[in-house]
Structures are given as C-alpha cells and as structure tokens.
C-alpha cells in the first residue's frame, strides 16, 4: 500500500465498545501532565500507573503533536480511566495488551489527536439541515426562480399557500449572475406565490426576502436600522429585501421554528457527523440560552458526543455594558454548567461584518474601491468601539472569562488588539488567551502584536483559495496589494502568533481534511487556482498542530488533549492514510476509521451508524455544488478566476 492509498476496514480484535468512558472526572476533568519520559529509540512513553490497557492502537504512525516532535511511536495504548498510557514501539506495548485488550492494527497509518474546532456552529448545522439548500449555487435570476418554484412545490405547493413560508438555506450572496447583480425583493415577487420567501445567506450576515416578508416583518422605508444590522434601501429610500446583520432579526422572528424533537435529532446527526470527520472538541461560535437548551437535551439523550467550549454571544449593545454583560454571561454559566460535556469561560463578539461584494461591512483600514480602483467613501462597518472592546475585555478577563472576536477587516483586527492590549495593561493578566477569528485582512504593522498579546489568531483557511469570493467579489474592491495579504497565516505564524484553526461549519460544507489540505497549498479541492502560496501556505506539520494542539491552547484545554501523549485524555483519531507523508492533494480525501473521546468511541467507521455518517462525510467531501447546479450553471463564467462549471468556485458563504 502506497502512502497516500487509504487503507482497508481496520484489523481489530474486538473493536472496543465503550472503552474508558472518560472516566470519573467526566469530559472535562481536570487534566494531567504528562508523564516525563526519556527518549529513546521506539522505548514507551508511559503514565505513572502501569496496567493493562483497555485499547492498543499498533501499527500506525502516530503524529504526537508534542512541543520538538517527542519521540518516535508506532503504537498507543489507552487506560481504562480514558487516559493515554503510553506511546512507542509495537514491541515495548505488548505488555500494556491483556487478555480483555482491544488491539487495533492501523495498518501504517496515521494516529493522532482528534481535530478541535475553534470557530463553529454545530447547533446552526442541525438547524439548516431541515430547511432546502442552494448549497452556494451561482445562478442568473431566472435559473435562481427555477430552483426555488421546485422547492415551492417540494414544500406543500398549493397546500401551502398563502401563509407558509418557504426558507431557504446556503444562498450565495456572491453568486447572482452576471457578476455584480444585485438581489432584490422584485426577483423573488416574481416567483408564481403568495408565500412569505426567506434565502438565508451562506455566510450569515446576509437575508434576502420577497415583498410578504417585509411586510409580515412591518420593515418600510422608515424602519430605522438596528444596532449592528443594516436595512438596505435604493435609492428612492425603500427596501431592497437584504438585511444585514442583526437586521435579518427583524424577519426572522416571524419564521415559525421547528419542534424541540426535530431540532434534537438535527442536531445529534450534525454532531455525529462532526465525530465522523474527526472532530473531538468544539468552540459553538454563537451560543445563547436556546442554543444551551438543545445541548442539555443532547446530553440527557446520550447524543452529545464532544466536548464543547460554548461562546455567549454578546450584541453590540452589551459590549457597552460590561457588568451586564458580565451578569448575563454568569447567569448562563450557573444554570447550564452541569451540562455534562460542556465547559464556560468564553464570549463572543462580532466587531464587524463580511468583506466581499456586495455586502462589504468588514471594517477596513482604507477605504473599499468601487470595482474600477477609486476609492470610495465606505470602510465597513465597526460595531464595537476599541474603548468598549477593551473594557468588556477587562472585565471578562479580571473574571477569569476570554474573549473571541470576529473581525475580518484590519480595522477590526486592530479594534480587537487594542482592546486586549488595554485589558492587559488594565488587569495585569499575561494568559488569558483572547481570540481573534476569521482574520482575512491584517495589517502588517498588527503581526506581531499577537504573540506580544498572547492573542489566538483563528483561521478558518478552507477560504484561502482562489475562487469567486476571492477573486470576483473581492479583488477589484480591495485592490492587488491587499489582495496579496488575505488570510496571512504564514506571516502570523513568522511572527511568532499562535495559531489555530476553525470550520465555521455551516457557513461552509464540514470537509475537515480539505481544511487542512488547503492551508498548506492554498487551493485545496474546489479552488480554481492557488492564493498565494508562495507567501502564505504553511506546513504539514504547523497546519496539523494548529487544528490540534493549537486549537486546544486557544479553548485553555490544552493540560487535556490536543496532543498524543501519556496522561492526555484519550481524544484520538485513526485515519485511512498517513496524511503526515502522503501528497498534499490527498489530504482532502482523508477519511477517518475511528474516532475517541475520553477513551470512548464515538465513531467507528465498521459499524452501521458509523458506516451511515462516514458516507455522509463522503457526500459533503464530494463537492461544494448542489446536484441542481449543473443544470443551471454554465461553463465560462468565472473568467476572473479562471475556474470552470467542474472546478468548483466554492460553497455556501463566509464566516
């Protein structure tokens, strides 16, 4: 078998069914150091407590993730606490394999840390799944009607009218063609219905409705913006039908929500096919009391297979109110925190919006162009000041919370940098391990300040690839210097910033090894071509660490998991290949064999609900496109990037 072939089912012994099942101190216990140990030459690596193990994993070649390297393994064996006892050679773990030992045999591939997800929304994946999808199709009007009268008829047709209403998930705001088509309400009122149409952008800041939703929402030319969100109108003053923002709550709260029973077996599918991509720990980006809800039900149901880092959402109106905001976020925390599996100590704040056209509310620095190269009179939209910033941080971090931002622009980047600095020189705190996510502009002068600030800088570098949203939707409105610095992770990395990584699932298909593949040559599957690679791809080791051991520090877990060492939980992956040799191109099509939490397996590839989600996985793997795309979707329309109806422009949204 080459290196980059995957490997057949697993040789096991038994494929253990619920080993160490985390232990007394549940998912989140406190962790253990490992066990100092002297390197040699395939000798194991062990934590105090010798026995036999409950799982050795032989035959593989474990990536440790450890601070040098750490010393060469072959095997693992698993404690019946959940814990990783030892790592070495096949030979010097045999004594740790007894007569009750499951034995698994890799088959030469890689073992290694399960991925942990920094920046998602698992929750919001389970939701969408209910709901049709244009899954980020680029379509002309006509072709965009065709396909939403098919899910007219697909929803209750007549039936359903007038007062049904159809909401549609994954539009593309970037994708109506010809390029620089803008959405209006007039597009969807042409649509053969009554019904109240809602398309929920990919990327989460935009909803585009039809003239019955603005009107079931009260949204008129006078209808002032909220705070943080943005009516758009023409220029005779009216709606156009997009909101922005916290403006898309304006029509959102009249959509009827499913049933707490469908949202809960939404949800345990999404999570089950997160575990089935690997995926042991995640950050929810955007957490309130509903979303708190539906994980104590996962939970009490047995269906919460993760370890998850909730991050309470703050609104630009609290980020002004630090002791409330404060008091919220506690109050969150004392009546959810016997959630097992669940761990607090994380906020979340939006400092601006997106940077492609047409939204543009990602703040920048210098002003956006207006597609011909002159600049224009807009810089995005700020929504949290950097004194506001600074001393919501403060407060958070004196309480022993972190802070996790989203920004985009530079001037966001920056906003959230100088309100960390502030909270640092305030509070005195060198280790509370502020973040900032997304990060698709930085300023070269804000590099360094990360490691100066101690600041995680989250990426979600799937996006780093040439495509529509890349090149059309942003180069000509950004200008080629700045085009060349979007998404910097090398340059963060060089200075000396610790990186880490996240999905933003379902702003984008959950394609994890893509993921990887793509911060390394900047193209990954479905690009048309390569984002500066030269400048900005980083290596198969750094992109492995940081969507492991980098993402672990970033969530304060890292005493815990993120590495392949003796004392760690036992939060492992077992893949089909061995993705720290085999070409980078293949990386994409990684699947992953078995995945444990604590010890216990939440994912086993060879059984039936395993084999279920790991064709899931394949599906989401295969493309971006809906199987309607290629029915709409004609070649030679992405001239600027040079990609073709095959090649693949990218799905859903961003952030």
């Known amino acids: 078998m080459t290196p980059s072939s995957p490997s057949p089912a697993l040789s096991r012994r038994g494929l253990l069914a619920a080993a160490g099942a985390a232990g007394a101190t549940g998912l989140f216990g406190a962790g253990t150091a490992a066990a100092a140990a002297s390197p040699g030459s395939g000798a194991a690596t062990a934590s105090p407590g010798r026995g036999t193990a409950a799982l050795v994993i032989r035959n593989a070649r474990v990536f440790t993730g450890a601070a040098g390297g750490g010393a060469p393994a072959e095997a693992v064996a698993v404690g019946r606490d959940g814990r990783i006892l030892a790592t070495g050679s096949g030979a010097s773990l045999r004594r740790y394999a007894g007569r009750d030992t499951e034995v698994v045999d890799a088959g030469g591939n890689t073992v290694m840390s399960g991925i942990h997800d920094g920046h998602v929304h698992p929750l919001g994946a389970g939701d969408r799944s209910l709901r049709p999808s244009l899954e980020g199709a680029e379509t002309t009007a006509a072709e965009l009607r065709a396909l939403l009268s098919g899910f007219l008829a697909d929803t209750g047709g007549a039936d359903a009218e007038p007062d049904r209403w159809l909401v549609v998930e994954d539009w593309n705001p970037v994708g109506l063609l010809p390029t620089g088509t803008t959405p209006h309400h007039t597009v969807l009122d042409a649509l053969a219905t009554r019904r109240p149409v809602a398309l929920v952008g990919g990327d989460g800041h935009n909803l585009w409705v039809n003239r019955r939703a603005l009107e079931i929402a009260g949204i008129t030319a006078a209808t002032p913006d909220p705070v943080g969100g943005r009516i758009v109108k023409g220029p005779d003053g009216q709606p156009t039908g997009v909101l922005k923002d916290d403006a898309q709550d304006l029509v959102k709260r009249h959509i009827p929500q499913p049933s707490r029973a469908e949202l809960v077996a939404a949800c345990a599918a999404a999570l089950q096919l997160a575990a089935a991509s690997g995926v042991t720990t995640m950050m929810d980006a955007l957490v309130g009391r509903h979303e708190l809800e539906l994980y104590q039900d996962l939970a009490g149901a047995g269906k919460l297979p993760q370890r998850i880092v909730p991050a309470i959402r703050l609104d630009a109106g609290q980020a002004e109110d630090p002791a409330a905001a404060l008091a919220y976020a506690r109050e969150l925390r004392r009546e959810f925190e016997g959630v097992r599996g669940l761990r607090f100590g994380t906020v979340k704040v939006f400092l601006d919006g997106v940077i492609e056209y047409p939204a543009q509310t990602a703040a920048l620095l210098d002003p956006y162009l207006d597609g011909d190269g002159r600049p224009t009179a807009n810089r995005g939209e700020l929504y949290t000041s950097a004194a506001d910033y600074g001393r919501l941080t403060a407060a958070f971090n004196r309480a022993g919370w972190q802070m996790h931002a989203h920004g985009l622009g530079d001037r966001a980047v920056r906003t959230a940098l100088d309100g960390y600095a502030y909270a640092r020189r305030t509070t005195g705190q060198r280790d509370a391990r502020n973040a900032i996510a997304h990060l698709q502009l930085v300023d070269p002068a ?58 933003d699932w379902p702003v984008d298909a959950l394609q994890v090894w893509n993921q990887l593949r793509t911060a390394i040559d900047r193209q990954g599957a479905y690009g048309a071509g390569q984002l500066y690679p030269e400048r900005e791809g980083l290596g198969r080791a750094s992109v492995l660490r940081m969507h492991t051991a980098g993402t672990a520090w970033q969530l304060r877990q890292d005493a815990l998991t993120g590495t392949v060492e003796p004392g760690k939980a036992a939060d492992l992956v077992v893949l089909d290949r061995d993705v720290t040799r085999c070409p980078v191109a293949d ?32 599906r989401a793997a295969s493309g971006p496109r809906p199987a309607s795309y290629a029915t709409v979707h004609g070649a030679g329309r992405h001239a600027a990037c040079g990609c073709n109806a095959g090649a693949g422009a990218g799905a859903g949204g961003r952030r």
Request: some cysteine.
């Open 446 to 503: 804000d590099l360094r300040r990360f490691a100066q600030l101690g600041v995680a800088a989250c990426m979600q570098l799937q996006w780093a690839a040439r495509d529509t949203w890349t090149v059309e939707a942003l180069l000509p409105y950004i200008g080629p210097e700045r085009h060349r610095r979007l998404y910097p992770a090398r340059s963060l990395e060089k200075a000396g910033a610790r990186l880490t990584g996240g999905s």
């Open 587 to 618: 990386i994409s099509g990684t699947g992953v064999r078995l995945t444990l939490v604590g010890g216990r397996v939440v994912h086993d590839a060879e059984s039936a609900a395993g084999r279920a989600a790991a064709a899931r996985v394949a």
